[in-house]
T-cell receptor, first 114, second 111 residues
Framework: ETAVFQTPNYHVTQVGNEVSFNCKQTLGHDTMYWYKQDSKKLLKIMFSYNNKQLIVNETVPRRFSPQSSDKAHLNLRIKSVEPEDSAVYLC?????????????FGPGTRLTVL | GQGVEQPAKLMSVEGTFARVNCTYSTSGFNGLSWYQQREGQAPVFLSYVVLDGLKDSGHFSTFLSRSNGYSYLLLTELQIKDSASYLCAVRDDTNTGKLTFGDGTVLTVKP
Protein backbone atom coordinates (compact mmCIF):
# COMPACT_ATOMS: atom_id res chain seq x y z
CA GLU A 1 0.00 0.00 0.00
CA THR A 2 1.60 3.24 -1.18
CA ALA A 3 1.86 5.95 1.44
CA VAL A 4 4.54 8.11 -0.15
CA PHE A 5 3.42 9.48 -3.50
CA GLN A 6 5.60 11.04 -6.15
CA THR A 7 4.76 12.82 -9.38
CA PRO A 8 5.59 12.51 -12.16
CA ASN A 9 6.73 8.90 -12.59
CA TYR A 10 8.92 9.79 -15.54
CA HIS A 11 10.16 12.99 -17.10
CA VAL A 12 12.19 13.46 -20.27
CA THR A 13 13.58 16.91 -20.97
CA GLN A 14 16.32 18.80 -22.74
CA VAL A 15 19.48 20.28 -21.29
CA GLY A 16 18.85 23.73 -19.85
CA ASN A 17 15.15 23.24 -19.05
CA GLU A 18 13.60 23.56 -15.60
CA VAL A 19 11.81 20.62 -13.95
CA SER A 20 9.83 20.17 -10.74
CA PHE A 21 9.04 17.02 -8.80
CA ASN A 22 6.44 16.60 -6.10
CA CYS A 23 6.17 14.32 -3.10
CA LYS A 24 3.40 13.76 -0.58
CA GLN A 25 3.26 11.40 2.38
CA THR A 26 0.13 10.31 4.22
CA LEU A 27 1.90 8.64 7.16
CA GLY A 28 1.88 11.66 9.46
CA HIS A 29 5.69 11.66 9.55
CA ASP A 30 7.74 14.67 10.61
CA THR A 31 10.74 14.27 8.35
CA MET A 32 11.03 14.01 4.58
CA TYR A 33 14.03 13.40 2.35
CA TRP A 34 15.18 13.68 -1.25
CA TYR A 35 17.62 11.08 -2.53
CA LYS A 36 19.28 10.69 -5.91
CA GLN A 37 19.88 7.18 -7.24
CA ASP A 38 22.18 7.06 -10.23
CA SER A 39 22.57 4.43 -12.94
CA LYS A 40 24.92 2.42 -10.71
CA LYS A 41 22.16 2.29 -8.09
CA LEU A 42 24.11 4.41 -5.59
CA LEU A 43 21.62 6.13 -3.28
CA LYS A 44 22.72 9.53 -1.99
CA ILE A 45 20.92 11.93 0.33
CA MET A 46 20.39 15.40 -1.09
CA PHE A 47 18.08 17.23 1.32
CA SER A 48 15.99 16.60 4.39
CA TYR A 49 13.21 18.61 6.02
CA ASN A 50 11.76 18.32 9.49
CA ASN A 51 8.43 20.09 9.92
CA LYS A 52 9.14 22.41 7.00
CA GLN A 53 12.65 23.23 8.24
CA LEU A 54 15.67 22.28 6.13
CA ILE A 55 17.94 20.12 8.30
CA VAL A 56 20.15 18.32 5.80
CA ASN A 57 21.62 20.11 2.82
CA GLU A 58 24.29 18.02 1.16
CA THR A 59 26.75 19.36 -1.35
CA VAL A 60 24.62 19.51 -4.47
CA PRO A 61 24.73 22.00 -7.37
CA ARG A 62 22.91 25.28 -6.76
CA ARG A 63 20.45 24.48 -9.55
CA PHE A 64 18.73 22.09 -7.13
CA SER A 65 16.30 23.73 -4.72
CA PRO A 66 13.91 21.94 -2.37
CA GLN A 67 10.76 23.36 -0.87
CA SER A 68 8.34 22.19 1.80
CA SER A 69 4.95 23.83 2.37
CA ASP A 70 4.03 21.58 5.28
CA LYS A 71 5.36 18.40 6.85
CA ALA A 72 3.44 16.19 4.41
CA HIS A 73 4.74 17.78 1.20
CA LEU A 74 8.18 18.14 -0.30
CA ASN A 75 9.09 19.43 -3.73
CA LEU A 76 12.31 19.57 -5.72
CA ARG A 77 13.06 22.02 -8.47
CA ILE A 78 16.00 21.77 -10.83
CA LYS A 79 16.79 24.91 -12.80
CA SER A 80 18.65 24.38 -16.06
CA VAL A 81 19.11 20.60 -15.97
CA GLU A 82 22.38 18.98 -17.03
CA PRO A 83 22.96 15.47 -18.49
CA GLU A 84 24.43 14.26 -15.19
CA ASP A 85 21.09 15.00 -13.53
CA SER A 86 19.63 11.94 -15.25
CA ALA A 87 18.74 9.62 -12.39
CA VAL A 88 15.89 8.39 -10.24
CA TYR A 89 14.87 10.88 -7.56
CA LEU A 90 13.43 9.17 -4.51
CA CYS A 91 11.41 10.85 -1.80
CA UNK A 92 11.22 9.29 1.65
CA UNK A 93 9.72 10.05 5.03
CA UNK A 94 10.30 8.94 8.59
CA UNK A 95 8.84 9.42 12.02
CA UNK A 96 10.76 11.30 14.69
CA UNK A 97 10.12 8.36 17.01
CA UNK A 98 12.12 6.08 14.74
CA UNK A 99 15.04 8.49 14.45
CA UNK A 100 15.40 8.07 10.72
CA UNK A 101 16.34 4.38 10.82
CA UNK A 102 13.09 3.32 9.17
CA UNK A 103 12.37 5.42 6.12
CA UNK A 104 9.48 4.91 3.76
CA PHE A 105 10.29 5.53 0.13
CA GLY A 106 8.10 6.66 -2.73
CA PRO A 107 8.24 4.96 -6.14
CA GLY A 108 10.62 7.60 -7.51
CA THR A 109 10.70 9.97 -10.45
CA ARG A 110 12.95 8.90 -13.31
CA LEU A 111 14.51 11.93 -14.99
CA THR A 112 16.15 11.64 -18.39
CA VAL A 113 18.02 14.66 -19.71
CA LEU A 114 18.71 14.58 -23.43
CA GLY B 1 32.16 11.62 7.19
CA GLN B 2 30.81 8.17 6.60
CA GLY B 3 32.20 5.44 4.34
CA VAL B 4 30.03 2.37 3.83
CA GLU B 5 31.31 -0.63 1.87
CA GLN B 6 29.47 -3.69 0.58
CA PRO B 7 30.40 -6.43 -1.87
CA ALA B 8 28.79 -5.83 -5.25
CA LYS B 9 27.39 -9.30 -5.82
CA LEU B 10 26.45 -12.44 -3.93
CA MET B 11 25.02 -15.69 -5.15
CA SER B 12 23.33 -18.46 -3.19
CA VAL B 13 20.99 -21.40 -3.59
CA GLU B 14 17.29 -21.65 -2.81
CA GLY B 15 16.65 -23.21 0.59
CA THR B 16 20.07 -22.28 1.98
CA PHE B 17 21.27 -19.01 3.46
CA ALA B 18 23.08 -15.84 2.41
CA ARG B 19 25.13 -13.38 4.45
CA VAL B 20 25.42 -9.84 3.17
CA ASN B 21 28.37 -8.02 4.68
CA CYS B 22 28.76 -4.33 5.39
CA THR B 23 31.75 -2.45 6.75
CA TYR B 24 31.74 1.19 7.69
CA SER B 25 34.10 3.90 8.83
CA THR B 26 32.53 6.86 10.55
CA SER B 27 33.16 10.09 12.34
CA GLY B 28 29.97 9.44 14.31
CA PHE B 29 27.79 6.34 14.49
CA ASN B 30 24.28 5.95 15.81
CA GLY B 31 22.97 2.75 14.31
CA LEU B 32 22.70 0.92 11.02
CA SER B 33 19.70 0.01 8.87
CA TRP B 34 19.18 -2.60 6.16
CA TYR B 35 16.94 -2.13 3.15
CA GLN B 36 15.83 -4.38 0.30
CA GLN B 37 15.42 -2.98 -3.18
CA ARG B 38 13.96 -5.04 -5.99
CA GLU B 39 14.67 -4.08 -9.58
CA GLY B 40 12.67 -1.03 -10.60
CA GLN B 41 11.19 -0.56 -7.14
CA ALA B 42 11.79 1.63 -4.12
CA PRO B 43 13.92 0.50 -1.16
CA VAL B 44 11.99 -1.21 1.62
CA PHE B 45 13.10 -1.14 5.25
CA LEU B 46 14.05 -4.53 6.74
CA SER B 47 15.76 -3.97 10.08
CA TYR B 48 18.02 -1.75 12.11
CA VAL B 49 20.68 -2.40 14.76
CA VAL B 50 22.13 -0.08 17.35
CA LEU B 51 23.67 -2.45 19.89
CA ASP B 52 26.33 -5.11 19.36
CA GLY B 53 25.26 -8.67 18.77
CA LEU B 54 22.76 -10.64 16.77
CA LYS B 55 19.16 -9.51 16.29
CA ASP B 56 16.96 -12.34 15.08
CA SER B 57 13.88 -11.27 13.10
CA GLY B 58 12.97 -14.64 11.56
CA HIS B 59 13.75 -14.74 7.85
CA PHE B 60 16.13 -11.78 8.29
CA SER B 61 18.69 -11.49 11.09
CA THR B 62 21.22 -8.74 11.60
CA PHE B 63 24.54 -8.58 13.42
CA LEU B 64 26.56 -5.59 14.54
CA SER B 65 30.09 -5.16 15.88
CA ARG B 66 30.69 -1.48 16.56
CA SER B 67 34.33 -1.97 17.56
CA ASN B 68 35.02 -3.56 14.15
CA GLY B 69 32.76 -1.30 12.10
CA TYR B 70 31.01 -4.37 10.75
CA SER B 71 27.48 -5.60 10.23
CA TYR B 72 25.82 -8.36 8.27
CA LEU B 73 22.33 -9.26 7.15
CA LEU B 74 21.60 -12.97 7.27
CA LEU B 75 18.81 -14.39 5.13
CA THR B 76 17.79 -17.97 5.91
CA GLU B 77 15.68 -20.47 3.98
CA LEU B 78 16.24 -18.51 0.84
CA GLN B 79 13.53 -18.21 -1.78
CA ILE B 80 13.91 -17.12 -5.38
CA LYS B 81 11.98 -13.95 -4.55
CA ASP B 82 14.76 -12.92 -2.14
CA SER B 83 16.80 -12.03 -5.21
CA ALA B 84 17.24 -8.28 -4.87
CA SER B 85 19.73 -5.59 -3.92
CA TYR B 86 20.39 -5.24 -0.18
CA LEU B 87 21.46 -1.83 1.05
CA CYS B 88 23.29 -1.09 4.26
CA ALA B 89 22.81 2.43 5.65
CA VAL B 90 24.64 4.05 8.55
CA ARG B 91 22.97 6.70 10.69
CA ASP B 92 25.20 9.46 11.99
CA ASP B 93 25.10 10.87 15.51
CA THR B 94 23.22 14.06 14.69
CA ASN B 95 19.48 14.53 15.14
CA THR B 96 18.84 14.79 11.42
CA GLY B 97 18.11 11.10 10.81
CA LYS B 98 20.54 11.22 7.93
CA LEU B 99 21.48 7.84 6.46
CA THR B 100 24.57 7.16 4.38
CA PHE B 101 23.96 4.20 2.09
CA GLY B 102 26.41 1.64 0.78
CA ASP B 103 26.40 0.77 -2.91
CA GLY B 104 24.26 -2.29 -2.27
CA THR B 105 24.84 -6.01 -2.73
CA VAL B 106 22.93 -7.73 -5.51
CA LEU B 107 21.86 -11.14 -4.23
CA THR B 108 20.94 -13.78 -6.80
CA VAL B 109 19.18 -16.86 -5.48
CA LYS B 110 19.42 -19.84 -7.83
CA PRO B 111 17.14 -22.91 -7.86
Amino acid sequence: ETAVFQTPNYHVTQVGNEVSFNCKQTLGHDTMYWYKQDSKKLLKIMFSYNNKQLIVNETVPRRFSPQSSDKAHLNLRIKSVEPEDSAVYLCASSSRDWGGYEQYFGPGTRLTVL
Amino acid sequence: GQGVEQPAKLMSVEGTFARVNCTYSTSGFNGLSWYQQREGQAPVFLSYVVLDGLKDSGHFSTFLSRSNGYSYLLLTELQIKDSASYLCAVRDDTNTGKLTFGDGTVLTVKP
